[in-house]
């Protein structure tokens, strides 16, 4: 039997999410529809779905309308910003050339390739970019002619190197003219993109701390209402099942969700996350500013999504 899909996800995660949302059993559902607790169970498990009157009933129990019961709203698209993986490996190189930016200007400009180990980015382009100028303007080759040779091979670097060849390129051009450390922050923001410039993150110190450190900031953390807790049987899900369900989780609703959610569920996800991911869903959390609705809303979405993980957990 072909089954309804909510964005991608059977219908039967849905009525779990708001059943579960209602604080409401299997037989509780089942006694305020007068159908049998093995009818709700079916439905749960995309065994069969519910008659059209049925819906009907669902719907006005679950404050919610039938399109959304059955996955006919607009899906959401995917606000990646700044937790793209490209976005943040290029934030991180900038965080780089501006450490040699300050470098240069402290300890001149030779200083720069003393530092290369360093680096936090692993950009090879950067690390053969910086001894490649300074061989040149060792052998008194014109800034532009060096730096023109410098973008050529920044134009041969994969597809996937080359926003990150081009930003070095004119980073260290501004490095060698002198240009003040705001000018250079600018600079390399254009690079990544108005999302990031407008957070005004610093990655340098997001990434003075260890996963360690961060998973240990949720060790106590309290649910944030008594109401917030629909996500809490998580806690007790593996790191397989828990990564899938990441897989199909958005940002905005991870942090929402786990804003509302005790250290132990917190943590069972951020664990699971890249590094890239835990320092910014970790930042985020901790400038979040929603509402209990928003944690609902969120915690239900990663209920529809846990559904079928969570009744395999419980046998």
């Keep these: 039997m072909e089954s309804i899909q909510y964005h991608g996800i059977a219908m039967g995660g849905k009525i779990y999410s708001l059943r579960m949302a209602k604080r409401m059993n299997q037989e509780q559902l089942a006694a305020v529809l007068n159908v049998s607790p093995a009818a709700v169970s079916k439905w ?40 793209d993986a490209q976005k943040f490996r290029l934030a991180i190189i900038g965080e780089d050339l501006l450490k040699c930016s300050e470098i240069s200007r402290k300890q001149g400009l030779l200083a720069m390739e003393a530092c290369i180990p360093d680096l936090k980015g692993g950009s090879r382009f950067l690390a053969f970019a910086i001894p490649f100028i300074m061989y040149l303007f060792m052998k008194q080759v014109d800034a532009d002619a060096a730096f023109q040779l410098l973008e050529n091979y920044s134009t041969t670097l994969p597809d996937a190197e080359r926003q990150e060849g081009r930003m070095i390129t004119a980073a260290l051009k501004r490095i060698f003219a002198g240009d003040a450390p705001e000018m250079m922050q600018e600079l390399i923001s254009s690079f990544i993109g108005i999302d990031y410039r407008e957070r005004k993150t610093n990655m340098s110190e997001l990434l003075k701390y260890t996963r360690q450190d961060i998973l240990d900031q949720y060790r106590d953390k309290k649910l944030y209402s008594e109401h917030t807790d629909l996500l809490e049987a998580f806690a007790q899900l593996g790191d397989f099942e828990i990564q899938l369900i ?34 910014f869903i970790h930042e985020d959390m901790k400038q979040w500013h929603g509402t209990e609705e928003e944690i609902l809303a969120a915690q239900k979405k990663l209920l529809e999504l846990g559904n079928f993980y969570l009744k395999k957990s419980e046998g």
Excluded at 67 to 78: I, K, W, Y
């Design 44 to 83: 749960e498990r995309n065994l069969s779905k519910p008659s059209i009157e049925m819906l009907w009933a669902l719907a006005d129990l679950f404050e919610c309308s039938i399109d959304e019961l059955v996955g006919r709203t607009p899906g959401q698209v995917e606000e990646l910003g700044i937790y």
């Design 246 to 279: 990441l897989r199909d989780t958005d940002n905005a609703a991870l942090t929402a969700a786990l804003t509302g959610a005790s250290g132990c569920v917190v943590q069972a996800f951020l664990k699971n996350l890249s590094d890239r991911m835990l320092y």
